[in-house]
């Protein structure tokens, strides 16, 4: 990439800002933060606002079959499209960052390669995914599940509210009857690249602007009951309880212990209950629910079967029964090496320091790469909050992610061979 | 006590069993097991089936100013009673037995001491002590509390569905306006004996059939509030964490390991809330209830110290802040040595392998130990279960429970000296 180019490609932090405080504008009413769910009338209004921001971008848009929202600026060879792009829904109070930075952030791509006079050999498609936050339906990533061919039909008779999730996409535009096959099949897509805040505290901690990210971790994530005896706290001897809560303690401990010792796992116990949670009646059942992940499916096996040895033990040493109540494993989405490494010379020469780090939470980026070689750029969140009101990005680092973004396409659009590798 | 005495005190099991099923007819509708709780329709019922009940069996009944249903038999002496009895409120979905036998077997003391032609030189007071299970207005052995001098004159102003403790005082017949000040001062009773389930499985477990009560331990009770941050799961490394269930995880294994080491504590967290609760956030809040159990006070005191040490280490490595909401510190209450001596000889001659034992739950009797010597009697709870449906003691139990409470009546009348000391 020549260095009149990097210089030319200037993001317009004004017009950013106003879009990020536009779309903001648009949310649920009676809700906490910046709510705007999916399938809700402020989802839908946001789209139609967004559509209307893609058109005024000189971008031609189209609906796709699973309710993706897609807007196309032309390339100059007969190549398969750069997809750039992320979601504008958002969990119930959440914040103006999650996901939106990644569409608005394409569109002002797209904007300044024009203004830059840039004209790329791939066509460029700026897409607003439909759905990717966990929703009612109990289906994230809705849209770039179904580009990557993994929605199920079945899927499309559930009802919330009196309203299928075949409605529901057929109201933003989709034709669900034509889900259950990828809407792209490996080729028809060059790369995918998708900006985002981290949603976590590393780059903000180390005083970092940004990351290329190398990869979504992957979950393992079981819910486990534990069964004993719900006994009088005063009249049982110690040798002669079977306290759950105690037994859930040692799982509790072990967890921290085994992701502390290992730099590439977090583990976290985020949800516990107690039966009957009473002070004076030993905890007689305790249901918790456990989590590992990391970017290394093998630690993420080991660890799993670590921790579940311990709880075996823990139980049988206090005479309590240990169930695996349900058990859901995610395999990790590395991303390809060579796209990962230009990412990060990419970012390197906005910000010195930038680093490669793994993300910790999905993203439509993990659908993606099962398509074509994807990548995602980082900027920080201060103070790590995400999913909440207070979610935030100054605006100097939202507007470094975009330039990395835009000089990320331009790298990655020289970078491919016909065949779609990285050279 | 003479071997004549002995074998003609005989307790009536049929009479005895068809007493308890009797009452166990009279409980709340809508509600599990058997339950009668103060200040219920059903309750009242019940005590106007016992009065009636303690009339037949030819004692003379009132019920004093606090609402402790009496029944006296006379003795021979001009000497203050022996007092004997328990209670026949329940918790909610609570047994047959709990209190209730304490209540029937004294009833049935006074029959068979009158069949086998015995005198006393006391009094006898049969009690049926109000409302000692905890209730809604938050009180506990309102009754025997009362009778000890512990009764606060301004909880009579706390409301359950429109009634104040004061009516429902006065509803069982009471004088709630005389409270305040002790209904009996030291020195007006001789003695209590208080016959009970065990409630716990330790003399089913070591296959003895009586317990002398040596004291009821005291608790430390307190609820504990730790503050970390609830981040996301995924993209918050370990060392950035400051998870409040890893906290409490120590917390909860340093209580466990703690009253393990010291065979005469019990420790318990009963009760633990967690906020958010979900599986992909960290442990933001987790409020829970920890309580540490022991006939003696020192013990009590330096397990709970090392118990808070512990918790605040564990707290300041993970960045949580720790609070103490609410500690509540109940004194241990030790019998006189003479009367567990004198009571353990009696359960002996009954069977050879009775054992002394201290409470684990709260009595009347601890309330009663302040007014003159006390002691109880433990029957063996099959499986340690109370408080629960399944709440049971064997027909022989039950009866030889009784016989030693007939014996140890007769032992006391006889041991005590004039000033009230034993003998």
Redesign the interface.
Known sequence: MSAEIMRALQPDQQRLLQAINDLANIVEPDTPGWTRRFPSGAYLRGREWLRTRMQNAGLSTRIDAAGNLLAERAGSADLPPILIGSHTDTVLGGGRYDGILGVLGAIEVAQCLDEAGVTLRHPLIVADFLAEEANDYGISCVGSRALAGNFKPEWLDRTLNGLTLADAIRAVGGTPEALGTPLASKGAVAACLELHI?????LD?RGKLLAAVNGI?G?Q?GTLVLQGQP??????????RR?A??T???I??TL?AL??DEPQA?????????SP???????GTVTL?A?I?SLDAEILEHTWQALWEAATAAAQQRGVALELLALTSTPPALAERWLVDLVHQVCRRLDDGAIVLP????HDSSQLAQLAPTAMIFVPSIG????CPEEATTPEHLVLGVAALAHAVVAVDQALDAEGHGQ
């Open positions: 981290e949603q976590g505290p590393v901690q971790v979950i994530r006994d009088h706290a005063g009249t049982t001897p110690m040798e002669l306290d809560l105690a859930a303690a040692v509790i401990s921290e992701c502390r977090v583990g976290t116990v985020g949800r516990l209950e107690v949670n009473q002070s004076n009646v030993i905890p629910t989590e992940r993300s910790g939470a999905g790590g909050r995400s999913h």
